[in-house]
């Protein structure tokens, strides 16, 4: 993360709700949560978190851009699948905490690393009890 601030801090939680001004509020780990959605179909294909590099150069590029917390660096989507997300469509919460990219898929238009489109691949049952013997369902979804 760099160390001049990329975005304006919030001024209060009013204006935050309720300026133009973009100010996002990053959370004390530095990162911000993503829903992305398909611009086509809105399925949900992933969840992931940017930080404020990452957040910049998706604004700059058009190109989805996330910060890897496993591998611990800034990653764009795709770099290595060759499945690249183009932003359609950005938008940001209620208290700026939380960001939404609609998305068109690149080359295969997968955004799970397992292959599927989605990373949303399996239904949790409900009205069950919960612990150990859940059985998960594949979705497959369209």
């Known amino acids: 993360m760099s160390k001049d601030p990329l975005f304006p801090a919030p001024e209060s939680k009013t204006a935050s709700e309720e ?7 990053f959370g004390e780990d ?3 949560p993503v829903v ?4 086509k179909t809105g399925e949900v294909l992933m969840f992931a978190y940017m930080n404020d590099e990452a957040l910049a150069r998706t604004i ?12 611990r660096r800034l ?9 690249m997300q183009r932003v359609v469509e ?3 919460d209620c208290d700026q905490d939380a960001i939404w990219l609609k998305v068109e898929g690149l080359g ?5 690393h397992t292959g599927r489109r989605s990373c949303f691949y399996r239904a949790i049952p409900l009205s069950a009890t919960p612990g150990g013997g859940l059985s998960l369902r594949f979705i497959d979804a369209e």
């Open 19 to 25: 300026s133009t001004v973009f100010a996002p509020r």
């Open 75 to 83: 990653w764009r989507k795709g770099e290595e699948s060759g499945n």
């Open 36 to 39: 992305v959605t398909s611009a």
């Open 30 to 32: 530095g990162l911000l």
């Open 108 to 112: 295969a238009e997968t955004a799970c």
């Open 90 to 92: 950005m938008r940001t």
């Open 60 to 71: 700059e590029t058009g190109e989805a851009h996330f910060w890897s917390r496993s591998r």
